[in-house]
């Protein structure tokens, strides 16, 4: 019987020809080969690294980052050693030699500056690719991985998982352990045919077995041997909400590691893999963290200097626009006071902080369109690709609004509201928002107390909107 996965390569090949990649085998020297999937033909786009993890080859583990950001990144997607077709004959095991090799290998395809993305075990090689090559690596996001792999994160992540090493559960022998494998590193593992595991475990993991043991044994370090470097690139960590492998604990120990310095967004009802659990919603996040956009320490010098500046002077307000309201005929930037910062966890379960902006008045006849941001230095070059975009409020009919976002806005004909973590600005005492009109029109935007940011219980999508379909009025 054929084999599944050979069957899928082919076509998935094709695909990535088709998004503008091809195949390339790199010599580093004589011995040590590395299969990249680059780019086809020569770009000055941004170039984009993916490693992958301790399981399936690059292009397997990457497939939907590759085929949804190929056409604005240069992307490059190496396997590394003895995964895929990437071989060496030398007898080092190491991360820093995978990376020495990543690197030496980029700098032979021409790139001389990169954001790095690495999954577990991946990711472990990023970080020591930003270490030894500070000039190469720009940037990083980290996906379900640590710094290193100490005594005590192996200790803690086998005891979550359940097994008695990382060899049992990353090289399986039996169509049982790629089950497991698999239904470890997934929140929610969709039903698969025992074939398709059968395939996997012949294609994946009959090959090299000896040497992942011996990479898998260069990997833990000793707990008294660690120190972690003074990384000077900007780093994101974006991870799966429900691993148990490296859970949300590891990830804010990393940022503990990383001295506050990485930002975090958690992808919830996603386990290890989630680039490929929640591949949509994962490229969303990165899309946002790759786009350029005014990095966090000089945003915050700006804003802190705003807020020496007279609150009405040109068009900079407090949250209360007067009973008069204000016309939204240009750029309209507010400043909010939040009631707490630094919630608890506990007060962020019990209570949710939103941002509301009240009393937004539209004619029924009128079209109405305008983008929403947050801490924003800048609104001449933003567009909804920066991470400062919270939304966009659109009426195109009476009572009727459609929203151009995710559940970052929610609702409705009276109120736009926002989710304050969702926009990392949960650790700020002020907010700035800023509305920018689409329309040639003005718009008459709000009333008196227009504003606020205000805490109240959780409450589903649904419950939310049919609350507001019961208070709501006739829009003016």
Known sequence: MVNTLSLYKPLLHGLMKLAGMNRKVVEIESGTA?????????????????????????????????????????VYVPDLLFFGDSTTDKSERSPAFQAECMAKCLQKLGVEKCTLVG???????????????????????????VMA????????????????SWAQYLIPETVEGVKTLLDVAFYKLPWIPNFIYKDILEAMYFDHRKERHELLEDLIVKDKNFTAPNFTQRIHLLWGGDDIIFDKTEARNLIELLQGKATLHCIERAGHLVELERPFVYNRQLKKILAPSVPLEVTRNVLKTRQNVKLQRNNILSSNFSSHGRFLDSTLRTRVNRPKVRRTKKEKDEEEEILVVH??????????????YVNVVNETIMNPRF???????????????????????????????LSLEDLEADGDDIIWVTSVSRMKRALHACKSEDTEVRTEEPRSLTEELRTEEEESEPVT
Request: proline share 5%; aromatic share 12%.
């Open 359 to 372: 009393g937004i008045a539209v004619p029924e006849e009128r079209y109405v369109k305008f983008d929403v």
């Open 34 to 74: 590395i299969n990249f999937w680059v780019p086809s033909d020569e770009t000055t786009k941004p170039a984009v690294v993916f490693l992958h993890g301790f399981g399936f080859d690059g292009i397997l583990t990457w497939q939907f980052q590759v085929l949804a950001l190929a056409n604005k990144y240069a």
């Open 149 to 164: 792999l100490t005594e005590s994160i192996t200790r803690d992540g086998l005891q979550r998982i359940g097994f008695p």
């Open 119 to 145: 999954l577990s075990y991946g990711g472990m090689v990023g970080f020591k690719m930003a270490e030894i090559y500070p000039n190469l690596v720009d940037s990083m996001v980290i996906t379900c991985s």
């Open 387 to 417: 991470r400062e975009f919270a939304g966009t409020f659109v009426h195109i009919d009476p009572g009727v609004i459609r929203v151009a976002r995710e559940a970052i806005l929610k609702l409705s004909e009276r109120r736009l509201i």
